[in-house]
């Protein structure tokens, strides 16, 4: 495939660099660092890791939180159904 691309000055420098140190023309040159770079074999970036920090004991018993939770969500439907809503 024939194209047209636009480089910027760093670029420039570093291709006709590596056809110099490699003895390539500007084809070979740009063609084996594309590869280089699309290749799927390439090592991901690492995934992030959110750090983590200890907070100390528990001062809530959480056991029955979601219980709680309903219960409370229960109590605000009877709320509103008596209130017309």
Avoid: C
């Avoid at 740009?30 to 290749?39: E, I, K, P, Q």
Wanted: cysteine-free; hydrophobic content about 40%.
């Amino acid at each position: 495939m024939r194209t047209t691309i636009t480089l910027d000055p760093d670029v420039e420098a570093l291709l006709k660099r590596l056809m110099i140190e490699r003895g390539v023309s500007f084809k070979v040159a740009v063609n084996d660092v594309l590869r280089s770079a699309l290749s799927t074999s390439s090592p991901a970036d690492p995934a992030y890791e959110t750090p983590t920090f200890a907070m100390g004991e528990f001062l809530l018993d959480a056991t029955h939180a979601n219980r709680i939770l309903a219960d409370m969500e229960d109590e605000e439907t009877i709320r509103k159904l008596q209130a017309g809503r």
